[in-house]
Protein backbone atom coordinates (compact mmCIF):
# COMPACT_ATOMS: atom_id res chain seq x y z
CA UNK A 1 0.00 0.00 0.00
CA UNK A 2 0.97 3.68 -0.83
CA UNK A 3 0.05 6.78 1.19
CA UNK A 4 -1.13 9.50 -1.45
CA UNK A 5 -2.81 11.47 0.90
CA UNK A 6 -3.30 12.50 5.12
CA UNK A 7 -4.38 9.10 6.42
CA UNK A 8 -5.54 7.80 3.04
CA UNK A 9 -3.97 4.67 1.72
CA UNK A 10 -4.42 2.72 -1.79
CA UNK A 11 -4.60 -0.76 -2.42
CA UNK A 12 -6.45 -2.69 -5.49
CA UNK A 13 -9.13 -4.50 -4.85
CA UNK A 14 -11.73 -6.72 -7.76
CA UNK A 15 -14.89 -5.92 -7.74
CA UNK A 16 -17.19 -8.08 -10.15
CA UNK A 17 -14.58 -8.26 -13.20
CA UNK A 18 -12.96 -5.23 -12.23
CA UNK A 19 -10.27 -4.31 -10.72
CA UNK A 20 -9.95 -1.00 -9.24
CA UNK A 21 -7.74 0.98 -7.45
CA UNK A 22 -9.04 2.78 -4.50
CA UNK A 23 -7.91 5.09 -1.77
CA UNK A 24 -9.24 4.98 1.39
CA UNK A 25 -9.27 6.27 5.15
CA UNK A 26 -11.00 4.78 8.56
CA UNK A 27 -13.36 7.94 9.93
CA UNK A 28 -15.31 8.25 13.32
CA UNK A 29 -17.02 4.31 13.87
CA UNK A 30 -20.33 4.35 13.20
CA UNK A 31 -20.34 7.25 10.52
CA UNK A 32 -20.60 6.37 6.40
CA UNK A 33 -17.75 7.19 4.75
CA UNK A 34 -17.69 9.97 1.83
CA UNK A 35 -17.31 8.29 -1.78
CA UNK A 36 -15.72 10.84 -3.80
CA UNK A 37 -15.96 10.69 -7.72
CA UNK A 38 -13.17 12.35 -9.34
CA UNK A 39 -13.11 14.36 -12.88
CA UNK A 40 -12.38 13.59 -16.44
CA UNK A 41 -8.97 12.04 -16.81
CA UNK A 42 -7.59 12.44 -13.30
CA UNK A 43 -6.76 9.85 -10.80
CA UNK A 44 -7.50 9.91 -6.88
CA UNK A 45 -3.97 11.74 -6.10
CA UNK A 46 -5.42 15.11 -7.42
CA UNK A 47 -8.17 14.97 -4.58
CA UNK A 48 -5.15 15.18 -2.34
CA UNK A 49 -5.07 19.10 -1.00
CA UNK A 50 -9.32 18.35 -0.28
CA UNK A 51 -8.65 15.02 1.71
CA UNK A 52 -6.23 16.61 3.62
CA UNK A 53 -8.21 19.60 4.73
CA UNK A 54 -11.30 17.30 5.33
CA UNK A 55 -12.15 16.91 9.01
CA UNK A 56 -10.34 13.39 9.95
CA UNK A 57 -13.52 12.09 11.24
CA UNK A 58 -14.92 11.73 8.00
CA UNK A 59 -14.04 8.12 6.51
CA UNK A 60 -13.20 8.32 2.63
CA UNK A 61 -13.42 5.80 -0.31
CA UNK A 62 -11.53 7.25 -3.41
CA UNK A 63 -11.23 5.10 -6.58
CA UNK A 64 -9.72 5.47 -9.86
CA UNK A 65 -12.09 5.35 -12.67
CA UNK A 66 -11.83 2.43 -14.99
CA UNK A 67 -9.11 3.09 -17.70
CA UNK A 68 -7.56 5.95 -15.49
CA UNK A 69 -4.55 5.80 -13.17
CA UNK A 70 -4.03 2.62 -11.70
CA UNK A 71 -7.78 1.04 -12.51
CA UNK A 72 -6.96 -1.33 -15.86
CA UNK A 73 -9.26 -0.67 -18.97
CA UNK A 74 -12.71 -2.03 -18.74
CA UNK A 75 -13.35 -4.79 -21.38
CA UNK A 76 -15.69 -2.94 -22.78
CA UNK A 77 -16.97 1.36 -22.91
CA UNK A 78 -19.57 2.09 -19.83
CA UNK A 79 -22.14 4.15 -19.39
CA UNK A 80 -23.03 6.07 -15.65
CA UNK A 81 -25.85 3.32 -14.58
CA UNK A 82 -22.96 0.44 -14.98
CA UNK A 83 -20.17 2.28 -13.36
CA UNK A 84 -22.67 3.72 -10.66
CA UNK A 85 -23.51 -0.28 -9.94
CA UNK A 86 -19.83 -0.81 -9.74
CA UNK A 87 -19.12 1.59 -7.30
CA UNK A 88 -21.52 0.95 -4.80
CA UNK A 89 -20.79 -2.41 -4.98
CA UNK A 90 -17.31 -1.22 -4.13
CA UNK A 91 -18.56 0.54 -1.44
CA UNK A 92 -20.26 -2.38 -0.02
CA UNK A 93 -17.76 -4.88 -0.51
CA UNK A 94 -15.89 -2.65 1.69
CA UNK A 95 -18.27 -3.11 4.69
CA UNK A 96 -20.32 0.15 4.42
CA UNK A 97 -23.79 -0.69 4.17
CA UNK A 98 -24.88 3.53 3.93
CA UNK A 99 -22.37 6.30 2.79
CA UNK A 100 -22.53 10.24 1.52
CA UNK A 101 -21.53 10.76 -1.71
CA UNK A 102 -19.28 13.78 -3.19
CA UNK A 103 -18.76 14.15 -7.43
CA UNK A 104 -16.70 16.99 -8.81
CA UNK A 105 -17.10 17.86 -12.35
CA UNK A 106 -17.40 14.55 -14.41
CA UNK A 107 -17.66 13.01 -11.43
CA UNK A 108 -20.79 15.62 -10.35
CA UNK A 109 -22.65 13.37 -12.94
CA UNK A 110 -21.78 10.27 -11.32
CA UNK A 111 -22.69 11.04 -8.15
CA UNK A 112 -26.13 12.29 -8.95
CA UNK A 113 -26.61 8.59 -10.51
CA UNK A 114 -24.87 7.38 -7.66
CA UNK A 115 -28.27 8.77 -5.19
CA UNK A 116 -30.38 7.98 -8.00
CA UNK A 117 -29.62 4.31 -7.89
CA UNK A 118 -29.19 4.13 -4.21
CA UNK A 119 -32.18 6.29 -2.21
CA UNK A 120 -31.57 4.06 0.96
CA UNK A 121 -27.92 3.35 1.10
CA UNK A 122 -26.30 7.05 -0.06
CA UNK A 123 -27.29 9.40 2.74
CA UNK A 124 -26.14 12.68 1.83
CA UNK A 125 -24.34 14.20 -1.70
CA UNK A 126 -22.46 17.01 -2.40
CA UNK A 127 -22.30 18.09 -6.24
CA UNK A 128 -18.77 20.35 -6.85
CA UNK A 129 -18.54 21.99 -9.93
CA UNK A 130 -21.01 20.33 -11.67
CA UNK A 131 -24.15 20.23 -13.86
CA UNK A 132 -27.15 18.06 -15.60
CA UNK A 133 -25.25 16.46 -18.33
CA UNK A 134 -25.64 16.96 -21.87
CA UNK A 135 -28.84 19.31 -21.15
CA UNK A 136 -27.15 22.16 -19.30
CA UNK A 137 -26.15 25.75 -20.06
CA UNK A 138 -22.97 24.55 -21.86
CA UNK A 139 -19.44 26.26 -21.72
CA UNK A 140 -18.07 28.26 -24.85
CA UNK A 141 -17.40 26.46 -27.38
CA UNK A 142 -13.47 27.32 -26.66
CA UNK A 143 -13.45 26.14 -23.38
CA UNK A 144 -15.61 22.79 -24.64
CA UNK A 145 -12.81 21.88 -27.47
CA UNK A 146 -10.26 22.32 -25.06
CA UNK A 147 -12.18 19.63 -22.78
CA UNK A 148 -12.73 17.22 -25.57
CA UNK A 149 -9.21 15.99 -25.42
CA UNK A 150 -6.78 14.66 -22.75
CA UNK A 151 -3.88 16.67 -24.18
CA UNK A 152 -3.88 19.09 -20.55
CA UNK A 153 -3.13 15.74 -18.50
CA UNK A 154 -0.75 14.66 -20.70
CA UNK A 155 1.11 17.97 -21.49
CA UNK A 156 2.04 20.18 -18.31
CA UNK A 157 3.26 23.25 -20.60
CA UNK A 158 -0.15 22.66 -22.55
CA UNK A 159 -1.81 22.85 -18.80
CA UNK A 160 -0.57 25.65 -17.49
CA UNK A 161 -0.74 27.36 -20.89
CA UNK A 162 -4.95 26.84 -20.93
CA UNK A 163 -5.69 26.91 -16.92
CA UNK A 164 -6.72 30.07 -16.51
CA UNK A 165 -9.19 30.32 -19.80
CA UNK A 166 -10.91 26.93 -18.47
CA UNK A 167 -10.38 26.84 -14.97
CA UNK A 168 -11.38 30.53 -14.02
CA UNK A 169 -11.29 31.89 -10.46
CA UNK A 170 -7.96 32.30 -8.73
CA UNK A 171 -6.15 30.12 -11.06
CA UNK A 172 -6.64 33.36 -13.40
CA UNK A 173 -4.24 35.71 -11.59
CA UNK A 174 -2.26 33.03 -9.40
CA UNK A 175 -1.13 30.55 -12.34
CA UNK A 176 1.15 28.85 -9.64
CA UNK A 177 -1.48 26.93 -8.51
CA UNK A 178 -1.83 24.64 -11.40
CA UNK A 179 1.78 23.37 -9.95
CA UNK A 180 -0.07 21.38 -7.17
CA UNK A 181 -2.53 20.06 -10.01
CA UNK A 182 0.48 18.51 -12.19
CA UNK A 183 2.19 17.53 -8.87
CA UNK A 184 -1.06 15.71 -7.53
CA UNK A 185 -1.40 13.86 -11.12
CA UNK A 186 -0.31 10.00 -11.34
CA UNK A 187 0.94 10.25 -15.11
CA UNK A 188 -0.41 10.82 -18.61
CA UNK A 189 -3.74 9.28 -18.97
CA UNK A 190 -4.64 6.85 -21.58
CA UNK A 191 -6.14 8.33 -24.19
CA UNK A 192 -8.44 5.40 -24.56
CA UNK A 193 -9.61 5.75 -21.17
CA UNK A 194 -10.26 9.49 -21.43
CA UNK A 195 -12.95 8.53 -24.27
CA UNK A 196 -14.34 5.38 -21.91
CA UNK A 197 -14.61 8.53 -19.52
CA UNK A 198 -16.20 11.01 -22.35
CA UNK A 199 -18.45 7.85 -23.68
CA UNK A 200 -19.91 7.04 -20.06
CA UNK A 201 -21.64 10.47 -19.80
CA UNK A 202 -22.43 10.81 -23.37
CA UNK A 203 -26.19 11.80 -24.19
CA UNK A 204 -26.98 11.18 -20.01
CA UNK A 205 -28.55 13.80 -18.74
CA UNK A 206 -30.27 14.34 -14.86
CA UNK A 207 -32.64 16.76 -15.36
CA UNK A 208 -35.79 15.10 -15.65
CA UNK A 209 -34.66 13.00 -12.94
CA UNK A 210 -33.53 15.64 -10.12
CA UNK A 211 -36.73 15.70 -7.87
CA UNK A 212 -36.60 11.77 -7.36
CA UNK A 213 -32.75 12.79 -5.74
CA UNK A 214 -34.19 13.01 -2.08
CA UNK A 215 -30.90 13.09 -0.54
CA UNK A 216 -30.10 15.65 1.27
CA UNK A 217 -27.66 17.99 -0.88
CA UNK A 218 -25.24 20.64 -1.01
CA UNK A 219 -24.51 22.04 -4.15
CA UNK A 220 -21.24 23.69 -4.28
CA UNK A 221 -20.43 26.36 -7.50
CA UNK A 222 -18.20 29.23 -8.47
CA UNK A 223 -19.27 32.45 -9.57
CA UNK A 224 -16.50 32.26 -12.45
CA UNK A 225 -16.31 28.62 -13.67
CA UNK A 226 -15.90 28.45 -17.53
CA UNK A 227 -16.48 25.02 -17.72
CA UNK A 228 -19.76 25.05 -15.72
CA UNK A 229 -21.80 28.37 -16.28
CA UNK A 230 -23.13 29.39 -12.49
CA UNK A 231 -26.64 28.92 -14.13
CA UNK A 232 -26.23 25.79 -13.62
CA UNK A 233 -25.67 25.10 -9.86
CA UNK A 234 -28.75 27.64 -9.75
CA UNK A 235 -30.91 25.15 -12.06
CA UNK A 236 -29.99 22.16 -9.70
CA UNK A 237 -30.79 23.72 -6.78
CA UNK A 238 -34.16 24.82 -7.87
CA UNK A 239 -34.96 21.08 -9.07
CA UNK A 240 -33.57 19.23 -6.02
CA UNK A 241 -35.88 18.94 -3.27
CA UNK A 242 -33.84 19.25 -0.48
CA UNK A 243 -30.65 21.11 -1.77
CA UNK A 244 -29.21 24.20 -0.81
CA UNK A 245 -26.35 26.02 -2.72
CA UNK A 246 -23.39 27.64 -1.74
CA UNK A 247 -21.06 30.16 -4.04
CA UNK A 248 -17.72 30.70 -3.44
CA UNK A 249 -15.54 33.40 -5.51
CA UNK A 250 -13.47 31.23 -7.72
CA UNK A 251 -13.40 28.99 -10.20
CA UNK A 252 -13.54 24.96 -11.72
CA UNK A 253 -11.09 23.64 -9.38
CA UNK A 254 -11.68 25.53 -5.94
CA UNK A 255 -12.14 22.30 -4.49
CA UNK A 256 -8.31 21.61 -4.98
CA UNK A 257 -6.72 24.80 -5.04
CA UNK A 258 -8.79 26.18 -2.20
CA UNK A 259 -9.69 23.19 0.13
CA UNK A 260 -9.31 25.40 3.38
CA UNK A 261 -12.25 26.93 2.76
CA UNK A 262 -14.14 24.66 1.08
CA UNK A 263 -13.27 21.28 2.92
CA UNK A 264 -15.16 22.78 5.97
CA UNK A 265 -17.81 23.62 4.46
CA UNK A 266 -18.54 20.33 3.32
CA UNK A 267 -17.55 18.57 6.39
CA UNK A 268 -20.54 20.68 8.02
CA UNK A 269 -22.58 19.33 5.72
CA UNK A 270 -21.87 16.21 6.72
CA UNK A 271 -22.19 16.25 10.09
CA UNK A 272 -26.00 17.85 10.17
CA UNK A 273 -27.86 15.54 11.93
CA UNK A 274 -30.39 13.29 9.79
CA UNK A 275 -33.05 12.94 12.44
CA UNK A 276 -33.80 16.85 12.06
CA UNK A 277 -32.87 16.76 8.30
CA UNK A 278 -36.06 14.36 8.62
CA UNK A 279 -38.42 16.07 10.91
CA UNK A 280 -37.70 19.05 8.87
CA UNK A 281 -38.86 17.52 5.51
CA UNK A 282 -42.33 16.26 7.38
CA UNK A 283 -42.77 19.87 8.36
CA UNK A 284 -42.75 20.87 4.67
CA UNK A 285 -44.54 18.81 2.48
CA UNK A 286 -43.53 19.66 -0.97
CA UNK A 287 -41.45 22.48 -0.43
CA UNK A 288 -38.90 24.08 -2.15
CA UNK A 289 -34.85 23.98 -2.35
CA UNK A 290 -33.12 25.34 0.77
CA UNK A 291 -30.30 27.55 0.71
CA UNK A 292 -28.37 29.22 3.71
CA UNK A 293 -29.32 32.23 4.92
Not at 34 to 40: D, E, F, H
Not at 67 to 81: A, E, V, W
Not at 228 to 247: G, S
Request: net charge positive; charged share 20%; with cysteine.
Amino acid sequence: MTAPGKGLTTETVRVGDQNLRIGRRPGEPGRPPLLLCNGIGVGLEVLRPFTDALDPAVGIVAFDVPGIGGSPLPRRPYRFPGLARLTADLVRQLGHPRFDVLGISWGGGLAQQIALQNPRRCRRVVLVSTATGALMVPARPRVLMTMASPRRHRDAAHLRAVAGDIYGGRIRSEPHLVDGLVANRTGPVSRRGYLYQLLGGAGWTSLPLLPMIRQPTLVLAGDDDPIIPLANAHLMTRLLPRARLHVYHDGHVALLTNAGELAPVVARFLREDRERDLGDAADRPGAGPTRPG
